[in-house]
């Protein structure tokens, strides 16, 4: 059985039974899951024989009986160390943790099929969620294999393949003419009139619990000593939060000594809210009103946890920093020429703002540095580049000349 003990408030530290609740009564602060720390025993030994997916962490997951537990094989990806583009950035040791590898092609598979294990938990039988594209397809993807209905809101303008996958999964996909903020409202009152459990909505204390198993299986990759440096795309800074959370909790359970990481975040220079309050030094994120990126899934003018986001960034002396559009392309076919690692803009950002802080001498040579590579390349091939084709006759004298031999 499970070991989550309550929901607490991330403002105010009320408690609450681990039910369908996501604002604190007393204060409206978000809503954290929060273990018996004291009584998991989570060894090395353990984990060493457990099978390579998310699940192997269940003692830090929020679901009680692992009867609930829709299993799409998601995470344990590979952390992948790269000479050949560490050599190009000038630097000894990077590490690509590749989550393009999920079985929807992005890391949204580990808050997903969290969220909606845990709707199959509380007994909620249709589901869905707000998404900027790959939450889209992941929880649909997790919604066919578990038997429930699952309805996802994008705005418009999203990328073809994303909207082509979440269908193909069967879920009933809602276009709404708006930007992401527009769609997340309509999904909220949708989540209370309807009784729908969204997963990033009113189930979000839950669903936030899947991201930090990336956190988790960095360190289990790098043999529980951790790296000096992450860098973590952030669009709602969810992902960048929950993995500050995971390794927050590994250092509190003992498998890990202490969370030293610098934490980095990476956002597009069209959406960058957290980044433009990191630099300013203020204490509050400003909303952008028309995000404009190529990084559809980081287009998220309001970021909902981008303030607690940007707390984590400077408790672990990381940085915020953007990348412009250009860049994010040439990083995306640098990452690819180089590692063979076809990423998508908001997976590519990390290695343009990489390169931006290399450039400013805010990362050393033999740092220790990991990029979240957190999508697929596949999914948004209509605003990464054409193909460069050369079509020919099948003649063999036609091809010498071709590729010049
Ligand atoms: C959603 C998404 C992100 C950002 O995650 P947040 O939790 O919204 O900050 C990054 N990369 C990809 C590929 C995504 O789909
Ligand atoms: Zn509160």
Known sequence: MGRIKSLKCRECSTEYEPTLKYVCDECFGPLDVIYDYDAINLTKDKLNIRSRNLWRYFELLPILNPLNIIDLTVGFTPLIKCEKLGKILGLNQLYIKNDTLNPTYSFKDRPASVGVSKALEL????????????LAAATSACAAKGGLKCYVFIPSGIER???????AYGAYVIEVDGDYDDVNRLASQAADLFNLGIVNINLRPYYVEGSKTLAFEIAEQLNWNLPDHIIIPIGSGALLHSMCKGFEELERIGLINEFYTKITGAQPEGCSPVVKAFKNGNEEIIPIEHPDTIAKSLAIGEPGDGLYALRKIKKQNGYAESARDLDILEAIQLLAKTEGIFAEPAGGITIAVLKRLVEQGKISKDEKVVCCVTGSGLKSLEIISTPILKTIKPDIELLAKVIGV
């Open 123 to 134: 007994g909620i039988s249709s589901v869905g969620c707000a998404s900027t594209g790959n």
């Open 161 to 167: 393949a994303k909207i082509v996958q979440a269908s």
